[in-house]
């Protein structure tokens, strides 16, 4: 997903973290990922 600038499903995320180290303002994107689509989904 790196580099695919939200243009993927949260659904392909792998959690490999590579988002995360790519991230300048070291965001945790997988968690905040996770979390958001459990409130979409509900």
């Known amino acids: 997903m790196v ?5 993927k499903s949260a659904d392909t ?7 995360e180290e790519a991230c300048p303002k070291h965001i945790q994107i ?3 990922l996770e979390k958001v ?3 979409l989904l509900a």
Do not use: E, L, Q, W
């Open 30 to 32: 997988r968690d905040t």
């Open 13 to 19: 995320c792998i959690k490999c973290g590579k988002c």
């Open 3 to 7: 580099g695919s600038h939200g243009k």
């Open 37 to 39: 689509k459990d409130v």
